[in-house]
């Protein structure tokens, strides 16, 4: 079965504690994404990776890491310079990025700040 | 600037009502995704549709690059179309998808 799988489905945090999320994709997609979703809201780019080993901030990296050693998997690091993370993190993968590209997007991880 | 931007905001409909979801954008796209995303939150990708029209069942999109829009269309709605539709576009010389606020849809039996 072909598709994105995140890990795990819900995550709390302490202050001042880092956590990573996990994405993992078995289609053989170049280009990975991590989204922010806050209640309400529509999707932000956290980062994005087009190729393994490179890596590109979004419009709101601050406070989070990544990392692209292998194509199948782009985890997440939210540190505990992020204030605010409560939300709804979605990652996604896509063919090339590019004019033709379309995204496909894993279940999601619900983030909570104890 | 560069924007996406849907209407209406949040819809009601009985089951069976057909429906018309809109996204403007300010300039010309390379890339145009509609989604649904369901009450858990998984977002499933509906079309790609930079230009032209395309039906999948009960649902239709059309875009109009030369006059930056697209329409997405729900016939004969029912509960499990209920959820959040976003717009993606991406714009030329960027990078990146740029998503609408999302149009929030509930149909109701």
């Known amino acids: 079965d072909g598709g994105i799988t995140q890990s795990p489905k819900y995550l709390f945090r302490k202050e001042g504690q880092n956590v990573t999320l996990s994405c993992e994709q078995n289609?053989?997609?170049?280009?990975m994404y991590w989204y922010r979703q806050d209640p309400g809201q529509g999707l932000r780019l956290i980062y994005y990776?087009?190729?393994?080993?490179?890596?590109q901030k979004g419009d709101i990296a601050e406070g989070y890491s990544v990392s692209r050693e292998k194509k199948e998997s782009f985890p997440l690091t939210v540190t505990s310079a992020q204030k605010n993370p409560t939300a709804f993190y979605l990652c996604?993968?896509?063919?090339?990025?590019?004019?033709?590209?379309?995204?496909?997007f894993g279940p999601g991880t619900r983030l909570l700040v104890l | 600037g560069i924007q996406v931007e849907q209407s209406p905001p949040d819809l009601i409909l009985q089951e069976g009502a057909n429906s018309t979801l809109r996204c403007n954008f300010s300039?010309?796209?390379?890339?145009l995704q509609w989604f649904h995303q369901n009450p858990w939150g998984q977002l499933i990708n509906l079309f790609y549709?930079?230009?032209g029209t395309k039906q999948n069942g009960r649902l239709s999109a059309t875009t109009v690059a030369t006059e930056r829009y697209s329409l997405l269309y729900i016939s004969s709605s029912q509960t499990t179309d209920s959820g959040v539709y976003f717009c993606?576009?991406?714009?030329?010389?960027?990078?990146?998808?740029?998503f609408g606020a999302g149009t929030r849809l509930a149909v109701h039996p």
């Open positions: 996604a993968s896509s063919t090339p990025a590019g004019a033709g590209e379309t995204q496909y």
């Open positions: 289609l053989n997609h170049d280009a």
């Open positions: 990776s087009q190729i393994v080993n490179d890596f």
């Open positions: 300039d010309s796209v390379n890339n």
């Open positions: 549709i930079p230009s």
């Open positions: 993606a576009v991406r714009f030329g010389g960027y990078n990146k998808l740029i």
